[in-house]
């Protein structure tokens, strides 16, 4: 396992180093849908990461964002987010990752997230713990929603958004704030290292949230869909936690389908 988790951990670095250094230059920027971009830096990034991946592991499968990976009907699978923080990125808004998630068959068995512009390298292995830099990291003791500060994200393209509105706008007034940094992979590592007590999105795809998932519960996190329920990876939502305020912010989550439904 370990070299699963050391292999991951360097093609990160390599990885996010790319991106450090395309960071400085002009991005020619083209569309996959009116706001959702992506960037020469996106597909170099995967291209590197994808090629490694195969010559360390050749038969595992890879599901890549830009759809460089392979299928090979391997019980592991790598799940790459070459640059989470794209719409950052191109503006040169300097928060964004690079994530790999590691799952053997339906089960997350290791997650490497990279921020190249604070060098800050989170990894986590099944059942030994998650780290930042080396140093162990654990979510924080804030036991209630009052005093928690949050963070969500909403997708580019506007499926969802004006329900996420709403649950942005009543948990702002329930918390100390909401913030919308843009990386989710790094929210999630922002939940597991205690800088933030929670974070929900509502449509994600499994690259965002395969690394990034296990470093909260191996923190000492939660991860659950915004019921409370077991979280699916393929499914399109996320709840995370320090595990003290999940209850808490699912019965928000609960409360507005309530008054949706209502009308
Ligand atoms: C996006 C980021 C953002 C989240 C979006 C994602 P991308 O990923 O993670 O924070 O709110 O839903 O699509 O497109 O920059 O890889
Ligand atoms: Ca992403
Ligand atoms: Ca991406």
């Known amino acids: 396992m370990e070299t699963y988790l050391n ?49 360390h592991f050749p038969k595992h499968a890879i599901v890549g964002e830009e759809g460089g990976g392979q299928q090979t009907g391997s019980d592991y699978c790598w799940y790459v987010d070459p640059l989470d923080g794209t719409t950052n990125f191109a503006h040169g808004f300097p928060v964004f990752s690079v994530s790999l998630g590691l799952v053997y068959r339906d089960e997350i068995i290791a997650g490497v ?25 654990r979510v924080s003791k804030v036991g209630s ?12 393209s506007a499926d969802n958004n004006n329900l ?8 702002t007034r329930l918390s100390h704030g909401i913030r919308r940094a843009g990386s989710a ?45 077991p979280l ?3 499914g399109d939502e996320i709840l995370s936690s320090n595990s003290l305020v999940h209850d808490e912010m699912c019965r928000v989550f609960a409360e507005m389908a309530r008054a949706r439904a209502r009308g």
């Not at 990279?114 to 930042?132: I, K, M, N, S």
């Not at 929603?145 to 580019?156: I, M, N, Q, R, V």
């Not at 790094?186 to 470093?215: H, I, M, Q, T, Y």
Request: glycine content about 8%.
């Open 7 to 55: 292999a991951a951990a360097e093609i990160a670095r390599e990885a996010g180093a790319l991106l450090a250094q395309l960071f400085d230059h002009p991005h020619e920027i083209s569309y996959k849908r009116p706001s959702d971009l992506v960037t020469e830096a996106d597909r170099r990034s995967e291209a590197l990461i994808v090629d490694r991946l195969r010559s």
């Open 113 to 137: 997230v990279y921020d190249p512009v604070r060098e800050e390298l989170f990894t986590a292995e099944r059942g030994a713990g998650a780290y930042l830099n080396s140093k162990r990291i």
């Open 232 to 234: 699916k990876l393929l």
């Open 185 to 229: 992979a790094l929210d999630l590592c922002s939940v597991a290292s205690g800088r933030l007590e929670g974070f929900w999105e509502l449509k994600l795809n499994p690259w965002d949230k395969a690394a990034g998932s296990l470093v909260v519960t191996e923190a000492g996190g939660r991860v659950s869909d915004l019921a409370g329920g």
């Open 164 to 171: 996420n509105m709403q649950l942005f706008s009543s948990l």
């Open 145 to 156: 929603l009052s005093e928690s500060l949050l963070a969500t994200g909403f997708p580019p």
